[in-house]
């Protein structure tokens, strides 16, 4: 069937929201998961237990194609003709994309003024999407573009869209389908807007409740230490779904706190750079849901990780390293035991943000220049990190 080129929708039976002729397929969902030793003895885990699941090789180069497509799909049902999104770089990129190859819709996009990587912007602007960068963070930014987008009837792409979260648990079946459907024992992955974990904990559960798996995995999220409301909320707060009981005065408090004390995100993982998470509450029921945990890392843990996942073969942008380096620090805590078996996501490819990778292997640069120049081009070696 055409659909089944597409790894979103040959899964289709199980995200069954739109009848065959009306998905949006630009080829999707064309990912590998690959089996990592050199990271898992970086992370501390045995050789053969840490798979890596690559999103790099979408379309648009990230993982949010894959909720992209869905919800391109849903806006066409809904016969909108402009979609927006707020971003920190990823999801403008893949609705530019979706944009620009299917000519359905018109593309707006909300960036804020903080960081942004120059290949994600510069996928914006070569798809020909309506760019506006906003005075304010991306928090700022995303209240922003959903004021607009309800004043104007402008259908909104960002992962508050139910309909694109259904197309990322698909990330979850491929997982599982390269595993021979065996479940791991953890899946670690970065925390944004905490989308992905929120669409993974619906796809085990889905699957679980159709007997499809024997049981499921667990989640640890893993957050920038410059952006951490969701470790802070959840591991320091001890804030916990409790059937949907939880107390939303805590969350709101926490908002007060940091609005008060002008604590603005800041991290290298500028993907990531989120105060206010705006799947929050979905991502505590996921957490419930797989016995998640949380954790925090800082930038020159997440830069390290990301250079030995390079070192492995799969190059990856900083947020995505964010899940080997919170992985490593699980095992150092025993949360995570060596004879584990861990899926860590790498959310996007490392050609997004070359900025930061280059500023990082500046030193080997120094080396091999001062080598070359002494010893001549036979001698250049570079350290090993
Ligand atoms: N990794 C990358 C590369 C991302 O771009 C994002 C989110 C995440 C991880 C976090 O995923 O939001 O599901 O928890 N990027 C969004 C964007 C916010 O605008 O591109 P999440």
């Not at 199980?14 to 990912?31: K, R, S, Y």
């Not at 990129?93 to 996009?109: E, F, K, N, P």
Request: glycine share 10%.
């Amino acid at each position: 069937h055409p659909l089944d080129f597409s790894g979103v929708w040959r899964f289709r039976e199980l995200l069954p929201f739109a009848p065959d002729d009306a998905i949006v397929t630009i080829g999707e969902g064309q990912t590998l998961c690959q089996r990592a030793d050199s990271v898992a003895a970086y992370a501390g885990l045995n050789p053969g237990r840490l798979f890596l699941q690559y999103e790099g090789m979408n379309p648009s180069g990230s993982f949010k194609d894959n909720g992209m497509s869905a919800a391109f799909t849903h806006a066409r049902m809904t016969g909108a003709n402009r979609a927006a999104c707020a971003s920190t770089g990823n999801t403008s990129a893949s609705l530019a994309v979706y944009c620009a190859a299917t000519q359905l819709m018109r593309g707006v996009i909300f960036i804020g003024s903080g960081k942004i990587s120059y290949g994600k912007l510069s996928q914006a602007l070569e798809h020909g999407a309506l760019t506006v960068q906003i005075h304010g963070d991306f928090d700022d930014a995303l209240r922003r573009v959903q004021e607009v987008s309800r004043q104007l009837g402008i259908y909104l792409v960002n992962s508050v869209n139910p309909f694109r979260l259904e197309g990322q648990k698909t990330i979850m079946y491929r997982v599982l389908e390269a595993r021979g459907w065996e479940v791991p024992d953890w899946v670690v992955v970065p925390g944004g807007n905490l989308g992905n974990v929120s669409a993974f904990a619906k796809a085990f559960h889905e699957l679980r409740a159709l007997n499809l798996i024997p049981r499921l995995p667990r989640l640890a999220v893993i957050n920038a230490a410059g952006a951490d409301t969701f470790y802070q909320l959840h591991e320091k707060h001890g804030l916990r779904w409790a059937g949907g009981r939880f107390d939303r005065s805590e969350i709101d408090g926490y908002y007060a706190a940091l609005d008060a004390s002008g604590r603005k995100p800041d991290t290298l993982a500028s993907a990531i750079e989120i105060n206010r998470p705006v799947n929050l509450p979905k991502a505590l029921r996921a957490l419930e849901c797989c016995d998640g945990v949380v954790r925090a890392v800082p930038d020159a843990e997440i830069l390290d990780a990301k250079a030995k996942i390079g070192a492995g073969g799969l190059g990856c942008e900083p947020a995505s390293a964010a899940s080997v380096a919170g992985l490593r620090a699980l095992v150092r805590e025993n949360v995570i035991s060596p004879t584990d078996s861990v899926v860590c996501v790498l959310t996007g490819h490392v050609l997004k943000d070359p900025d930061e990778t280059v500023a990082y292997h500046s030193a080997d640069r120094a080396t091999f220049d001062a080598k070359l120049g002494a010893r001549g081009v036979k001698s250049v070696a570079f350290p090993n990190r």
